[in-house]
T-cell receptor, first 109, second 116 residues
Framework: GNSVTQMEGPVTLSEEAFLTINCTYTATGYPSLFWYVQYPGEGLQLLLKATKADDKGSNKGFEATYRKETTSFHLEKGSVQVSDSAVYFC????????FGAGTTVTVRA | DAGVIQSPRHEVTEMGQEVTLRCKPI?????LFWYRQTMMRGLELLIYFNNNVPIDDSGMPEDRFSAKMPNASFSTLKIQPSEPRDSAVYFC??????????????FGQGTRLTVV
């Protein structure tokens, strides 16, 4: 079946550091790919998405490119802020939505 | 639209009691998901409905759990009898699935269930 594997955390960074969270997937067909973010005590919010190969999703300084050849959708941000501290989930959707395990990111001032 | 609405936000109940969690999806969405989140197991898909029909319930842990979607604007997740190991945050999410593609899923704020 379809599945998502993402980099385990936790990840701790200093403000203005570069962030990468790796995500790879296994799927039949051509799923849509997503990154969701969960702030403490809240539900999941969509951060960005890509619906086909070579699409780049971007939002709030975060980017991820749908790489079919490497079956990857790595999340990147060039300069993180304390407010980026959260749990990040990679997900794919064919008919149902499957999530990775989540990566906890803590950004220190 | 107010987004996906879940109730209650918090529920504390005694072991053995019946618990019912409720979800109102976004109007116009035809797919609905129930997830459970715990520290140990992360985010688990319990059941997925499309056009009010359960499509995949393979994640429902056992017979104590049941879910219904009587119409496009309402779903329930019931646990009877509840046990302490059911303590978790339960999320409902909805999306649109159609021939032209699928939208992303929008999540509710979750119901934090504590079974004592």
């Amino acid at each position: 079946g379809n599945s998502v594997t993402q980099m385990e955390g936790p990840v701790t960074l200093s403000e203005e550091a570069f962030l990468t969270i790796n995500c790879t997937y296994t799927a039949t067909g051509y799923p849509s790919l997503f990154w969701y973010v969960q702030y403490p005590g809240e539900g999941l919010q969509l951060l960005l998405k890509a619906t086909k190969a070579d699409d780049k999703g971007s939002n709030k300084g975060f980017e991820a490119t749908y790489r079919k050849e490497t079956t990857s959708f790595h999340l990147e941000k060039g300069s993180v802020q304390v407010s980026d501290s959260a749990v990040y989930f990679c997900a794919l959707r064919d008919y149902k939505l499957s999530f990775g395990a989540g990566t906890t990111v803590t950004v220190r001032a | 639209d107010a987004g996906v609405i879940q109730s209650p936000r918090h529920e504390v109940t005694e072991m053995g009691q019946e618990v019912t969690l409720r979800c109102k999806p976004i109007s116009g969405h035809n797919s609905l998901f129930w997830y459970r989140q715990t520290m140990m197991r992360g985010l688990e898909l319990l059941i997925y409905f499309n056009n009010n029909v359960p499509i995949d319930d393979s994640g429902m842990p056992e017979d104590r759990f049941s879910a219904k979607m009587p119409n496009a604007s309402f779903s329930t997740l019931k646990i009877q009898p509840s046990e302490p190991r059911d303590s978790a945050v339960y999320f409902c999410a909805s999306s649109y699935q159609g021939n032209l593609g699928n939208t992303e899923a929008f999540f509710g704020q979750g119901t934090r269930l504590t079974v004592v």
